[in-house]
């Protein structure tokens, strides 16, 4: 009886596969493309990488997406040498505290604005909006003039402040949407159980809104690390040089040097790559949850 049963299924799983639609070659294009979308955006990665490796002289008799025929760390120890700790320590000092400031400053803002619903806080949101239409460049003469007058010039408060500023518009976007998705019955519970603003911000918004404050954490990392334009304008001694700057002058220093100063690019982007690859599931997860509730 039981070799029957054993029969009867296998001819039915034979029919299930007689019947199954077989793939066209069409359904493997997604994949495909995928595989030469991720080798042309890696592949200026490698190249760095693998220049970064070659000595000078083989730069010139090396073929350029191959290997290097003999590797060498000296382009970094050049690197290294030429102060290069210091304007990393820079950059991730300028970095931390902007992102700090931008994120207490958005999430206090953003849950006065999803929470209390006025004209006041209406304006104030508006406000903000107005923020995102307001190029850099326009304002670089201003925030030069304001720099001034505060005396923080040529120092690495020069380069917070603004940062924190242009950082914070759209960071309040990202949060009073995903805030404004939290159920108002949450709210409405810990309102009843003598919760104040600060507790409910602080076992309720917060744990609910961690993938918007990745998104927004991640975000304004990568702007205030790649930032330029203020540290060229605001900045000018050596000892509060950070890297996108330095970088520039490295390129003055090591013009002939190519595998120098990809051996400093690359130092220099290896933090930014690397958040990017472990954090990019959050990133896109906190555009798309506070979008699309």
Do not use: C
């Amino acid at each position: 009886m039981s070799a029957d049963i054993v029969s009867q299924q296998i001819a039915d799983t034979q029919h299930q596969n007689q019947r199954a639609p077989r793939r066209g070659w069409w359904e493997i294009l997604p994949f495909t493309f995928g595989i030469i979308w991720f080798l042309i955006a890696f592949f200026p990665v490698l190249y760095m990488f693998g220049t970064s490796l070659r000595p000078l002289s083989d730069y010139f008799t090396d073929i350029p997406w191959l290997p290097p025929s003999h590797p060498t760390l000296e382009n970094y120890s050049s690197v290294l040498a030429s102060d290069f700790g210091l304007y990393f320590m820079n950059t991730v000092f300028v970095t931390v505290f902007s992102v700090l400031l931008i994120v207490i400053v958005s999430l206090l803002s953003a849950y006065a604005i999803s929470r209390i619903r006025n004209r006041v806080t209406q304006f104030i949101f508006n406000l903000f909006l107005v923020g995102l239409a307001i190029p850099l460049q326009a304002t670089i003469i201003p925030i030069y003039a304001i720099t001034i007058n505060l005396h923080l010039y040529d120092s690495l408060y020069a380069l917070i402040l603004p940062s924190v500023a242009f950082g914070i518009p759209l960071s309040v976007l990202v949060l009073v949407t995903y805030i404004r998705d939290i159920p108002r019955e949450l709210f409405e519970a810990m309102l009843i159980d003598g919760a104040g603003h600060f507790r409910i911000l602080r076992a309720l918004v917060l744990p609910l809104s961690r993938p918007a404050l990745t998104t927004v954490i991640i975000y304004e990392t990568i702007q205030v690390w790649n930032g330029f334009l203020f540290p060229l304008v605001l900045t000018q001694s050596t000892n509060v040089r950070v890297l996108p700057l330095a970088l520039w002058n490295f390129q003055g220093q090591y013009t002939t040097n190519v595998p120098a100063i990809m051996a400093a690019v690359f130092l220099s982007a290896t933090p930014i790559i690397l958040l990017y690859i472990f954090g990019r599931r959050q990133l896109l997860s906190g555009l798309v949850a506070g979008f699309s509730k």
